[in-house]
């Protein structure tokens, strides 16, 4: 049985190779016959292609220094425009190829958050070879309270079964200790929720050290400690490689071996390689958007809509409210209007 | 002219490799004749050796779960004797084979902070080819306000000109952005005060990739997210070895690649090793104190004390207070006794 056709809408703004490589991920995705893409962007640079649908939207605020004050004083950028056919009910979810500042922005402005939940949170597939992790947040909230961390770890249970298919994902806190009283007073108070938390595989917590162990599906955060945890890792792989890649040229010997070793060295690369998992996910508004990042081409763009796709499919926001509400984690009060993405706490 | 003898006091309990691993890395730095020893540690497992004075010593609490509590109630630890000769005068400062927690917790006891300062911090010199930079806090302080940053950035200048022998050295904020305005409410609020500190070269915000681009001598954060910085990049770069090490034993031709690279390689294994930083170390207390990683061996000990050394004849206690003094970062009101290292600002 051919599965049901979804429309997910695509900004081409943003992306480091520009709206035509936007395009052309989204004639991958959509020469499958089961996503249908309404993409957002300068009609004059895309190439037509069967399976998406072109709405000229050449007006970008991928790089406005205050994301939350372009969305609104911009409603034909392109973000906007792909944000609200997604709210509208045009389509079923949403792609940006650029700025993720600009995505969680018009997002929270138009498609709102989902009912019961405190703040939606950047979760990032981590690419690790073998098994890939999901820390979140990365960014959209610099500050959190100890309930943000706590929704935090069901939005991301969530999203790992329904997603990537890892029955009861193994939930941990990142702290500067494994023991539970490690941590800042809220990441305290987070473990002691967490740890009686209903129908949540609590692992505890763990050091910056499970990058690399495999130990957790999710790593739970704030977006600050997020933000530099992903950064220090992209950093360090970059410089290593590079220095890997110098030694290789350092002498006549070890070009020989560089050259011998690179096919198998070029998995490893492949295995790191953050297009392969499709990039960052919004999470806990009541549709899932997909920001891919910046520098993907084409496949990483294909993969974001397949991701964005699987996510709709196993309607990620609705498990995400079942498990909260077992868990007695919704929000109860309704808060005042939604904190914009970069504005911390009050 | 021969330099006058300093005298170190070093804690042999702790490290990973034992007692009397740390016993030839203090027979290693005595050796020269203008470092002497006083080592306290189990004496019937540590060889007598020229310029090392043993004290009997064999209670350890480097593996307390309560480091301050362990060493308010162990006055006969070896950590908590090897401080107070530093406290006392018979030692110009401290090098601890073992726990962080510990040492910082038996310094600011016994040692106190130092004139003016908030709060001591845990600085690391993170390896990176070339030319390391320092990161504090990595830990003692898990909680900060913005004035413990602005002090730390001079600490960190002061120990960088003063140890590491740079002029001017660079000092970055640790952001999630390099925007003024990126960050939590503290770091902002740090930002503005070090973007006009006298004496200061105030490179602004650094995000998490700068720990491969040698942007900065200094990276100042508070010391949740610093722990969690250095443990991430331990942890990506055990990673990438790791399978960089299975890529070159995937097939005979990656075999022989490896083989050929390997003399190479080994170059760059130097270059991050973290033995030949000398490790963590004290700042803002009296006297300098320098905790070398556990899995130290006999030569990241001996550099340890070197370093611990050449802290003493730069007087860095007193060059940090000019710096702060000149900048009108004193702290000025007394405060009430100083926080233990692991309990989180009320």
Same mark, same amino acid.
């Given at each position: ?34 996503i ?49 056919? +997604? ?18 922005a ?47 770890? /069901? ?17 941990a ?25 209903? %129908? ?6 763990v050091?910056g ?6 130990e957790a599906?999710?790593? +739970?955060?704030?977006g600050?400690?997020?933000?530099v ?43 790191i390689d ?18 891919? /990042? ?16 699987? %996510? ?35």
């Open positions: 049985m051919a599965a049901e056709q979804l429309t997910i809408a695509l900004d081409a703004n943003g992306a480091d190779a520009g709206p035509a490589e936007v395009a052309r991920g989204a004639a991958l995705a959509a020469a499958g016959g089961e249908r893409v309404i993409l957002f962007g300068p009609h004059a640079e895309i190439a037509p292609s069967p399976g998406v649908e072109v709405v000229d939207a050449p007006v970008s605020i991928a790089k406005a220094a205050d994301p939350t004050r372009a969305v609104r004083s911009t409603p034909d950028a392109s973000i906007v425009q792909a944000v609200r056919a +997604v709210a509208d009910g045009r389509a079923d979810a949403l792609v940006s190829g650029g700025s993720t500042g600009a995505a969680l018009a997002g929270l402005f138009h498609v709102k958050r989902a009912r019961g939940i405190h703040r939606p949170a950047l979760a990032v597939l981590v690419p690790v070879p073998g098994r890939p992790f999901l820390l979140l947040d990365c960014g959209a909230n610099v500050e959190v309270r100890p309930e943000h961390l706590v929704q935090f770890a /069901h939005m991301g249970a969530a999203f790992m079964e329904a997603v990537m298919g890892i029955a009861r994902p193994r939930v806190l990142l702290s500067n200790g494994t023991e539970p009283t490690k941590g800042t007073e809220d990441v305290v108070a987070a473990h002691a929720a967490l740890a009686g938390a209903a %129908g949540l595989t609590f692992a505890g917590n050091e050290f499970a990058v690399g162990t495999g599906d999710v790593i +739970v955060t704030d600050f400690t997020g933000n945890f992903l950064k220090v890792m992209e950093g360090t792989a970059d410089a290593l490689l590079r220095a890997v890649r110098e030694a290789a040229l350092s002498s006549a010997r070890a070009k020989a071996g560089g050259l011998l070793l690179k096919p198998a060295l070029g998995g490893l690369r492949d295995a953050p297009e392969a998992q499709g990039g960052a996910f919004l999470l806990g508004l009541r549709r899932l958007g997909v920001v891919p /990042h910046g520098s993907f081409g084409a496949n990483g763009i294909a993969r974001a809509l397949e991701l964005a796709a699987r %996510g709709v499919r196993s309607d990620v926001p609705a498990r995400t409210h079942e498990r909260l509400a077992a868990a007695g984690a919704l929000r109860r009060a309704p808060e005042p209007s939604a904190a914009p993405a970069t504005v911390p706490d009050p």
